[in-house]
């Protein structure tokens, strides 16, 4: 059986990498696989845009993966760890009351800001002219 301390080593690792390269490919599909409307902007036309024989959509693909196995990583992370999250937390928040407070707060924000897509409706709004105004549907933001 692996050591406690040499599986937290290689998992806080992998999160690291894989964090990194979350950051790298979400400024890889930012700045350099832009999107259509910057497309037409930049090269005067919706060219296809490529890195490494992807597109923009197969690396957000990738993107969310990583975003998946980052999540699992972090999950047993926080099992690796919960004897000592729980001792602390039991010894920062010595009043019982604010113990339940505190508690259901962070959880109710974790469990809001990991579902609300799920719960969540886009606004549908077209443009005046279907997109040849250059606005692709992108929004008020881009007009």
């Not at 690792?13 to 950051?23: E, F, G, T």
Request: hydrophobic share 50%.
């Amino acid at each position: 059986m692996i050591e406690k301390s040499k599986l937290n080593f290689v998992i806080d690792s992998l999160m690291l990498m894989i964090m990194m390269a979350l950051a790298g490919i979400g400024f890889l599909m930012k700045f350099v696989l832009i999107p259509g409307k910057e497309r037409w902007l930049v090269y005067g036309t919706n060219a296809e845009l490529y890195w490494l024989g992807l597109d923009r959509h197969e690396w957000g693909t990738i993107h969310l993966w990583l975003g998946y196995s980052l999540l699992f990583l972090l999950a047993l992370h926080i099992a690796l760890h919960l004897k000592w999250i729980l001792n602390t937390y039991q010894r920062t928040f010595a009043n019982t009351a604010l113990k339940k407070i505190a508690a259901v707060f962070f959880i109710v924000i974790c469990l809001i800001l990991i579902l609300f897509s799920f719960f969540t409706t886009p606004v549908i709004e077209s443009s005046r002219d279907g997109g040849r105004d250059g606005s692709f549907g992108y929004g008020r933001q881009h007009r």
